[in-house]
Each structure stands twice: as C-alpha cells, then as structure tokens.
C-alpha cells in the first residue's frame, strides 16, 4: 500500500498539483457530490470539501469525503473552528481516519451572522493555528490534552489556508508562518484575482523560505460574469479584482470564454513561478469546467506517483 495521501506523494514528489473543489448540498442527497467527483475524476489530486461554507448548514464534509472515496477520489475535507468544540474535532478526525480519510484543511470559518443561522452559538474553542498544532499532535499520536493515543495515529496531511490580498499585507506572510511552525503542510490561497498583489506576496513568502517548509497552492476562480468579478471586489471581505480583470471581461464578447481563458493564462504564469507548488481550482458552482482547464493548462495526464 503507498504512503500517505495522493496529495502529499505529488507534492513531495515536487510535481505541480491540482487540487479542486466540491461544495456539499444543503440537504442529504449525496448524488451531487458523487455527479462532480465522477466529473473531475483523474483532472485533479484531490478534492476540497467544504464544512458548511458561509454558515449555511451542508451535508457533512465527513460523509462527503466517504462518498469521494466510494467514487475513487481523494477528499481533502475542511474542519472550521466555529462549530465544535477540541473533544468533538478530535473525535471527527478519528472518524475521518477510520473511513480512510487523510487530508484535512484546519479554517476559522465563516462568521455565523452571515449564515441561515445568524444567532447560532459560534464555538472557537481553538483558532486555526491551535487545530493545526492540534492535528499535528494527533498525528505524532497523543490527544491536545497530552493523553496518549490507543493504537496506530491517524495518517493526515495538514492544510491550511491564506488570503494575500487582506491587510494588514504584511501581517499574512507572518500568519502563514505561524501555521508552518504549527505543523501545516500544505497551503491553498485566496483565489487570485490581483496577480501584482500576489506576486509581492510571495516575493516576503520567499524572503522568509516558507516556500520551503509548506506547499504553497495558488487559488484559481474561473469568472463567468462582470457581475460576479465586482461583487467579489466590492462586497468579499479580503478579495482583490483588479481593474485590468474587470475591464477585459468588459470587452469580451463571450465572457465565460474569456474568463476561462484568463484562468489558464494563470496557471500558464504560475507554473513558472518560484515557490508555487500548485493550483487550486475553484469553479464555483462551474465544476463541470475544470477538465478544460486542466486540460488546456497541460496539466492533464496527471502524473502517476
């Protein structure tokens, strides 16, 4: 049996990774999630699923991820601080490793005011860096209490988010390298939609060598619409649309085109730079577009590791 995760083989193996994205229904028919992985299946490592995303109650990342693994495709489920306490995250992440589950992304998570539940009881027992360190430790084989584990440690693979385009800019590099100091192994970024701003970003990633400690996989949004590129730029806390982007899609005459093109010119862009591991693609209730994208980038065959 190989070690560890698809995900980690390919970024040890310093290939360039793609990673993609499947939101969970906000009911229990599991098909939609088995409709996007046989969709993406063989385009990407593997696949993000979300842990009720803006606060909206979704089917459960766990039993997403066991419906992904039916499908043979490997799911990297998040785990978000505001909705359970350190007992029940660790008991999840067992229950995860027990399914065969071994990537996991440790978020805050969305405030719940923005959510169906605006005055639910947020939790934030830990933040983010505490569930890495947390997740680490389990993995090393004891719980956050220091009580040693019973048995083999689950095998998991760390994740970690970063947004470079939120202030204060400096301040994200140092959030980044306080979540590799926890232990976070790999990390996926805001989508980037101001590629200046991503590139300082990094030029202070590399300045520090966090490109080194923790794989860094850019974000990719494929935009279908003006529409939908201003309200990421006026109304998403934290999100960067720069002009330039606007203004092509204005002049497109077929803007989904367009937008997809953009997005492989990207991934064109960020294979070449230094300290990219990887893309993250996500196509926002688009999924049926990342195979073109893949494909069209020359990511496709995806490299056997």
Same mark, same amino acid.
């Given at each position: 049996?190989?070690?560890?995760?698809?995900?980690?083989?390919?970024?040890?193996?310093?290939?360039?990774?793609?990673?993609?994205?499947?939101?969970?229904?906000?009911?229990?028919?599991?098909?939609? =999630?088995?409709?996007?992985?046989?969709? #993406?299946?063989?385009?990407?490592?593997?696949?993000?699923?979300?842990?009720?995303?803006?606060?909206?109650?979704?089917?459960?990342?766990?039993?997403?991820?066991? $419906?992904?693994?039916?499908?043979?495709?490997?799911?990297?489920?998040?785990? %978000?601080?505001?909705?359970?306490?350190?007992?029940?995250?660790?008991s999840d992440v067992l229950g995860a490793a027990a399914l065969g589950i071994k990537n996991i992304l440790a978020l805050s998570g969305d405030h719940q005011k923005f959510g169906n539940h605006p005055y639910s009881k947020n939790v934030y027992d830990v933040d983010s860096i505490q569930l890495i360190q947390m997740l680490d430790g389990m993995r090393k084989g004891y719980?956050?209490?220091?009580?040693?584990?019973?048995?083999?440690?689950?095998?998991?693979?760390?994740?970690?988010?970063?947004?470079?385009?939120?202030?204060? !800019?400096? !301040?994200? %590099?140092?959030? $980044?390298?306080?979540?590799?100091?926890?232990?976070?192994? /790999?990390?996926?970024?805001?989508? $980037?939609?101001?590629?200046?701003? /991503?590139? @300082?970003?990094?030029?202070?990633?590399?300045?520090?060598?966090?490109?080194? @400690?923790?794989?860094?996989?850019?974000?990719?949004?494929?935009?279908?619409?003006?529409?939908?590129?201003?309200?990421?730029?006026?109304? %998403?806390?934290? #999100? #960067?649309?720069?002009?330039?982007?606007?203004?092509?899609?204005?002049?497109?005459?077929?803007?989904?085109?367009?937008?997809?093109?953009?997005?492989?010119?990207?991934?064109?862009?960020?294979?070449? #730079?230094?300290? =990219?591991?990887?893309?993250?693609?996500?196509?926002?209730?688009?999924?049926?577009?990342?195979?073109?994208?893949?494909?069209?980038?020359?990511?496709?065959?995806?490299?056997?590791?």
């Amino acid at each position: 049996m190989k070690a560890g995760s698809n995900l980690e083989r390919m970024l040890e193996a310093g290939h360039f990774a793609v990673t993609g994205e499947i939101g969970p229904p906000k009911s229990w028919d599991g098909a939609v =999630v088995q409709h996007h992985a046989k969709m #993406m299946k063989g385009y990407c490592e593997s696949y993000n699923l979300t842990d009720n995303q803006t606060a909206i109650v979704r089917l459960s990342s766990i039993a997403a991820g066991k $419906l992904l693994l039916d499908a043979e495709c490997e799911p990297n489920i998040q785990i %978000v601080c505001r909705d359970r306490n350190r007992i029940a995250m660790q008991s999840d992440v067992l229950g995860a490793a027990a399914l065969g589950i071994k990537n996991i992304l440790a978020l805050s998570g969305d405030h719940q005011k923005f959510g169906n539940h605006p005055y639910s009881k947020n939790v934030y027992d830990v933040d983010s860096i505490q569930l890495i360190q947390m997740l680490d430790g389990m993995r090393k084989g004891y719980f956050q209490s220091g009580e040693q584990m019973k048995g083999e440690p689950p095998k998991i693979y760390i994740g970690c988010a970063a947004n470079p385009f939120a202030d204060p !800019f400096e !301040f994200r %590099v140092t959030r $980044l390298e306080k979540k590799a100091d926890a232990g976070a192994d /790999f990390c996926q970024t805001q989508c $980037l939609l101001d590629m200046e701003r /991503f590139e @300082r970003w990094m030029e202070l990633v590399r300045a520090r060598g966090l490109h080194k @400690r923790i794989k860094i996989l850019a974000g990719i949004t494929p935009l279908k619409s003006v529409k939908a590129a201003k309200y990421m730029r006026d109304y %998403v806390a934290g #999100m #960067m649309v720069s002009d330039d982007i606007i203004q092509r899609l204005e002049k497109a005459e077929d803007i989904k085109a367009e937008g997809v093109q953009l997005a492989i010119e990207q991934i064109e862009y960020l294979k070449k #730079m230094e300290g =990219v591991a990887g893309v993250h693609i996500m196509a926002i209730a688009w999924e049926e577009i990342v195979p073109e994208i893949v494909k069209r980038a020359g990511l496709y065959p995806r490299p056997e590791v």
